[in-house]
């Protein structure tokens, strides 16, 4: 038991160290950076036409991303069927050799 109670004191006194070293981190974060603006002063964020622009060259219309998707699923699943049969075939000719 006493062997308990020591490293239970030792965890006490290392979280107690932790939290000092934390206050000592916030008071020095509060000091730094001073109170936040009000929210009266935080204006809207602005979008100019050039960035408006290169967004609306990339721009695709959700029918045509899901289309593509689509596809994509339905070609890598047709590899995977046409793997899957060539895999099959090759154990079942080898079990055809085999068995001569």
């Known amino acids: 038991m006493s062997d308990r109670g020591d490293r239970l004191k030792r965890q006490r006194d290392l979280l ?3 939290l000092a070293w934390l206050e000592k981190e916030i008071e020095g974060a509060d ?8 929210l009266s002063e935080i204006s ?3 979008t ?5 622009s290169i967004l609306a060259e990339y721009r695709q219309a959700a ?5 593509r ?3 994509g699923c339905l070609i890598w699943f047709a590899l ?3 793997v899957l049969l060539l895999v099959g075939a090759a154990f079942f000719l080898s079990y055809l050799r085999a068995r001569r």
Do not use: D, Q
């Open 16 to 18: 107690r160290e932790h």
């Open 31 to 38: 000091e730094r950076s001073g109170s936040p603006p009000p």
């Open 44 to 46: 809207e964020p602005r």
């Open 48 to 52: 100019e036409p050039e960035t408006e």
């Open 63 to 67: 029918s045509a991303a899901g289309a």
């Open 69 to 71: 998707a689509k596809t």
């Open 80 to 82: 995977g069927m046409l």
